[in-house]
């Protein structure tokens, strides 16, 4: 049992360029989710699902595209990366919908130059 | 505007002594408060929760209170061990979705 998984854990990518971070979990969880942790601040909502096929936005979402094609997959897509998508990424989820506890990957670091 | 904070952005104790950590919370319809810790290069994990209904909740090692006059919440950590190193958070849920995390207080735990 693996938990969430998360991948790559770092990646440094140029202004513009494209990327997706891969997320999956093993607990046959409903709802997953996507952060972003900047130094200094908490926790910030990008998207979130509530179960296979469905996507929804969350706090911060702009920049971010979001597909749960599997229950056990939720992709991040950054599209045209910007400096300000320099972050650590993580992933979580959890059977139930907040405050339901939340279950978070190891996170994905990714700097964009 | 709605905001979670910590008083102290460190805190150093010695190993085996009883830990405080704080945090204020502004939005006084919030419902559910959340402890997290993290540690280095690893992703959140859940420590203990509590609702607005309550105003103390026991773990292993662990307690929460929750005191909603002052709108503050504590994590208390008894006989803290080198393993409690780490980044601790409070979390609170104003409903739904909307989870406001605050950026943490780093517990360093001197042997």
């Known amino acids: 049992n693996a938990g969430v998984t998360q991948t790559p854990k770092f990646r440094v990518l140029k202004t513009g360029q494209s990327m997706t971070l891969l997320c999956a979990q093993d607990?046959?969880?409903?709802?997953m989710y996507w952060y972003r942790q900047d130094p200094g601040m908490g926790l910030r909502l990008i998207h979130y699902?509530?179960?296979?096929?469905?996507?929804a936005k969350g706090e911060v979402p702009d920049g971010y595209n979001v597909s749960r094609l599997k229950k056990q997959n939720f992709l991040l897509g950054l599209e045209s990366a910007a400096p300000s998508q320099t972050s650590v990424y993580f992933c979580?989820?959890?059977?139930?919908?907040?405050?339901?506890?939340?279950?978070f990957g190891p996170g994905t670091r990714l700097t964009v130059t | 505007g709605e905001s979670v904070g910590l008083h102290l952005p460190t805190l150093s104790v010695q190993e085996g002594d009883n830990s405080i950590i704080n945090c204020a919370y502004s939005n006084s319809a919030s419902d559910y408060f959340i402890w997290y810790k993290q540690e280095s290069g690893k992703g959140p994990q859940f420590i203990i929760d509590?609702?607005?209904?309550?105003d103390k909740r026991q773990g292993q090692r662990v307690t929460v209170l929750l005191n909603k006059t002052v709108k503050h919440l504590s994590l208390q950590i008894a006989a803290t061990q080198p393993g409690d190193s780490a980044v601790y958070f409070c979390?609170?849920?104003?409903?739904?979705?909307?989870?406001?995390f605050g950026a943490g207080t780093r517990l360093f735990v001197k042997a």
């Open positions: 607990m046959n969880h409903e709802y």
């Open positions: 699902s509530v179960g296979e096929g469905t996507t």
């Open positions: 509590i609702r607005s209904n309550m």
């Open positions: 979580a989820s959890s059977w139930g919908q907040p405050p339901n506890e939340q279950y």
């Open positions: 979390a609170e849920n104003t409903g739904g979705f909307k989870t406001i």
